[in-house]
Every structure is written in C-alpha cells, then in structure tokens.
C-alpha cells in the first residue's frame, strides 16, 4: 500500500501539469484562473507530503480539528517561516489572485500575473527536487515549463476605458503593488517583461504606432541611448550590503565604529549614500519613481566604489561617514 505522502506527490504532480497544460493551450480564455487553481493545489498536496516525511502526519492536521487538514496558507507559513521570502511572498500574492478568480477576473490579470506565474513554475520545480528528489523535468519536457506568453504592455488609459472606476482602480493598485514588490526581490518572486518602444522610419517593421502631439497634457522624454535598470542597476540595498559583507569576510577586512568591532549594515550603508550623494549619481543608483514612494537600486559600481573606500580605510571611515550624515 502506498504511502500518504507519496499519493499526495502523485497527485501534486498531477495538478503541476494540469497547471501547464492549461496555461499553454491557446483556445482556452479560463487560464489565468485555471492555472491560478491548479498550481494553488499543486504547491499545497507537495507541501503537505513534505512536512509528513518531517513531521509526521499528525503536522498536516488542525491541532484542536484532527479531522480538518491545513489550508496552504497554513503549509506555506510552516515550510516557509521568514515572511520576506520572495518564494512566500510569490506564493501568497497567486493565493489572493486565486481567491480573487472564484469572485471576478478580467484577461488584463494575465499582463500582471505572468511573471509571477513563471517563477512559480520554477520555484515548484526547485523545491520538488529538494525536498522530493523528484526532477520534474523527466515528467515535463523543459521546454514546456516555460509558459506561453501572448500579450501586449497594461494600459492604464484602456483600463479606465474599459471598467468602471471602482475596477480600474483595483486592477491598477495591483499592478504597481506587483511591480513594487518586484523592485526589491529577485527571481523567486516575478520574472520580470519588459516592454521598450523605438522611434524608427520602417513602418513595416512596427507592431504599434504612436504619434507625437505638443498639445498633449502627457509629456515624454526621448532618449538616444537605451539603458535598462534591470542590468546596470540591478541591486537592491539589501543585496549589496550582502556582496560588501562578503567581500570584506572573504579578505580579511575587519571594519570599526565607535572603536570597536563592527558588520557592515543598512545603517552604515545609508550614511554613504548621504556622505558620497550616491543615490543623486546616475552612475551608482537608479530611481524607479512610478510608486508613491522611490525605489531605489544600485550599480556594480556602487558596490565596488564603498568596498574601495572601505578598504582605504576600515579603522575611521564608519565613523567619518556618518558625522556629516
């Protein structure tokens, strides 16, 4: 008789390729939802299998409910127990659109949610092979995990066209409450689409057209030379205190303030942004002001240009730094 466990892998990996296969099917309008659904189950019957093998089976249960299993929200914050983890935080926003679809969807979800779709199918897979051993490659051809993806840039102004109001705004609060999240974490939590539009004389060779108008209220900037955020700037705060740590660890580089022993932290790396105007020099940081509050993130030269000042300095520059802070 098969074990508990090993029915539920059965049956994750079961719902897994429903998730893709609707996904990929083009004549199917329901697949947002669908996918939304079926990769919701997939995620909850493989974490449930997991904490049996490390728990026990009774870990599953409610503790006053035998009866009653746990929701997957319940799984995730056991499994996953720090809230900042990009893969919890993916999870938990296809859990809201989830909810959301047995209610009210519109095809625009598709624009917001692709990225995080992607990554989940990514995240699914890495956590099957540690904690399953299981390479879902062999029961999925590679290529198909890779979601078909057919679709134009979100349009503030067709949104506001085409819902009423109390629609548009939700649909649009989700899309920068996405994207925001997006700024401060890595691929675990959205493969980022970027869209980029190119003035050109070939008609022909053009998928949209614009036009330009002076008398318009919007006002846009043309720049000769393409650079995209996401390579030159493509630390958050958090990520280059981690690299500098590293750096300083890997040589040998014992930092001080206020006399004594110190890690390098956010604290110290705000006052070189307020010491050096780091985050007024394009070269070292990127502003991303479509969010009610700026993002920021940072360069490699950034990273490289406090590990050079550290280095020149360990024993003083934390505390130089931050006396004109």
């Not at 009210?104 to 956590?127: D, G, H, R, S, W």
């Not at 819902?163 to 890595?186: G, H, Q, R, W």
Request: net charge positive; hydrophobic share 35%; glycine share 2%.
């Amino acid at each position: 008789m098969k074990k508990i466990e090993d029915k539920l892998l059965e049956k994750s990996i079961e719902a897994f390729s429903m998730a893709i296969e609707l996904y990929n099917k083009p004549t199917i309008k329901y697949r947002v939802e669908g996918f939304s659904l079926f990769i919701c189950n997939a995620w909850e019957l493989m974490l449930k299998a997991h904490m049996i093998k490390s728990y026990g089976e009774s870990s599953i249960y409610f503790p006053d409910n035998p009866g009653r299993t746990l929701s997957l929200e319940n799984c995730i914050q056991k499994v996953f127990t720090n809230n900042k983890d990009p893969l919890r935080l993916n999870l938990e926003k296809i859990i809201e659109l989830r909810n959301t679809s047995t209610h009210f969807i519109t095809e625009e979800y598709e624009m917001v949610y692709v990225p995080l779709f992607q990554a989940c199918v990514l995240n699914f897979n890495e956590k099957m092979e540690s904690f399953h051993k299981i390479d879902m490659t062999k029961i999925i051809p590679q290529n198909f995990l890779t979601l078909s993806v057919s679709m134009k840039a979100l349009s503030e102004t067709e949104i506001i066209a085409k819902y009423p109001e109390e629609i548009a705004t939700k649909m649009l609060d989700m899309k920068n409450n996405v994207d925001a999240i997006s700024i401060n974490n890595n691929a675990k939590f959205a493969i980022r689409i970027d869209h980029y539009h190119y003035l050109t004389k070939k008609k022909d060779e053009a998928t949209s057209f614009v036009k330009i108008d002076s008398s318009a209220d919007a006002s846009v900037k043309i720049v000769r030379e393409l650079k995209d955020p996401n390579n030159t700037h493509k630390f958050t705060a958090k990520h280059c205190i981690a690299i500098i740590r590293d750096h300083l660890n890997k040589n040998n580089i014992e930092l001080f303030y206020n006399g004594v022993t110190t890690k390098f932290n956010s604290f110290h790396f705000n006052n070189f942004c307020r010491y050096f105007g780091i985050k007024c020099n394009e070269k070292y940081c990127y502003i991303h002001r479509q969010f009610s509050q700026p993002q920021y993130s940072y360069s490699q030269q950034a990273i490289d240009f406090i590990i050079e000042e550290l280095a020149k300095d360990p024993l003083h520059i934390l505390d130089k730094i931050k006396k004109i802070s």
